[in-house]
């Protein structure tokens, strides 16, 4: 898929089929997170697979905004050192990985946003780390728009040379 496609037609999917994603579409996933830059090479980040049912449901009940990740084929949960840039460079890494999955017709969403302590004992993270989210990934239940989105018309928000100057 064009690179361009992909950011055109990925939307969120809460609802996964029951199937299992090919282990070397999630090494793929995986890899496309590590392979991101990082400001100053730092990688702040640490990203742990999770495919074991009884965990997922697990992260699925005490993740507020993501219930349906107890149904997820996978979830990567991501966690970050504290570093300047950390949530930057992580969340670069997760729309990375939400691409390339997006490529293989695997969905995904983000879940929660920092501060998701009850998850560090149920996957052993160290206290120092903070959970920054929980990426589900499955196949999806139902057709993707495939690129019908609401969002607002570009020269409402792109801007050339100068803010309120319109953009092309």
């Given at each position: 898929?064009?690179?361009f496609?992909a ?5 969120a999917v809460?609802?996964y089929?029951?199937?299992?994603v090919?282990q070397d579409?999630?090494?793929?996933v995986?890899?496309a997170?590590h392979?991101?830059g990082?400001s100053m090479?730092l990688q ?11 965990t997922l ?6 993740a507020?905004t ?12 991501v966690?970050?050192e ?7 460079d992580?969340?670069?890494?997760i ?8 490529d ?5 969403n983000?879940v929660?946003?920092?501060g998701?302590d009850a998850v560090?004992?149920i996957l052993g993270?160290?206290?120092e780390l903070?959970v920054l989210?929980i ?5 999806p239940?139902k057709?993707?728009?495939q690129?019908k989105?609401n969002?607002k018309?570009l020269?409402q ?8 100057q319109p953009?092309q």
């Amino acid at each position: 898929m064009d690179v361009f496609d992909a950011v055109r037609t990925v939307v969120a999917v809460r609802q996964y089929q029951d199937k299992a994603v090919p282990q070397d579409v999630i090494r793929r996933v995986v890899e496309a997170g590590h392979l991101t830059g990082s400001s100053m090479n730092l990688q702040p980040w640490h990203f742990i697979l999770v495919q074991n049912r009884d965990t997922l449901r697990q992260l699925g009940a005490i993740a507020r905004t993501g219930p349906y990740t107890a149904q997820a084929a996978f979830a990567i949960v991501v966690a970050i050192e504290e570093t300047r840039y950390a949530i930057s460079d992580a969340s670069r890494a997760i729309q990375s990985m939400v691409l390339t999955a997006w490529d293989a017709g695997v969905g995904s969403n983000w879940v929660g946003f920092a501060g998701m302590d009850a998850v560090k004992p149920i996957l052993g993270i160290p206290a120092e780390l903070d959970v920054l989210a929980i990426i589900p990934f499955g196949y999806p239940v139902k057709a993707a728009s495939q690129g019908k989105k609401n969002r607002k018309p570009l020269n409402q928000v792109a801007h050339m040379e100068r803010f309120g100057q319109p953009g092309q």
